[in-house]
């Protein structure tokens, strides 16, 4: 079953967006938890990363300062509050636990595109 994402979307540049990634079991509350994201021509590459109880959080450099990942056990939800975007952070956007599972169905992701 894939998670359900809401959030995405167009914004200009210097603009904010929060996504969110929902589970409809338990998963999500039972693992640590990532974000990923992939960009037109590349790679899937991790971008966030949450502790399973929350306390601890990890960035890539490229959003470090600017984005900031949490999660809501009770709703099975983890969010991603992005600021300060910037067109280079276009891309389509994915939750996951972590590490990812090795035979992860990544979904379709949410798509978020930055207008410079």
């Known amino acids: 079953v894939q998670p ?3 959030g995405g979307g167009l914004v200009q540049a210097g603009g904010s967006l929060r996504l969110s990634c929902a589970d409809s079991g338990s998963t999500f509350s039972r693992n640590a938890m990532a974000w990923y994201r992939q960009a037109p021509g590349k790679q899937r ?3 966030a990363l949450i ?3 929350g306390v601890n959080t990890n960035y890539a450099d490229s959003v470090k300062g600017r984005f900031t990942m949490s999660r809501d056990d009770a709703k ?3 969010y991603l509050q992005m600021n300060n975007l ?3 952070d276009t891309a389509v956007y994915y939750c996951s636990v972590h590490p990812p599972y090795a035979d992860q169905s990544w979904g379709r992701g949410t798509q978020v595109t930055v207008s410079s």
């Open 76 to 78: 099975q939800t983890v």
């Open 86 to 88: 910037r067109p280079d």
């Open 4 to 6: 359900v994402y809401s």
């Open 45 to 47: 590459i991790l971008i």
């Open 51 to 53: 502790s399973l109880d």
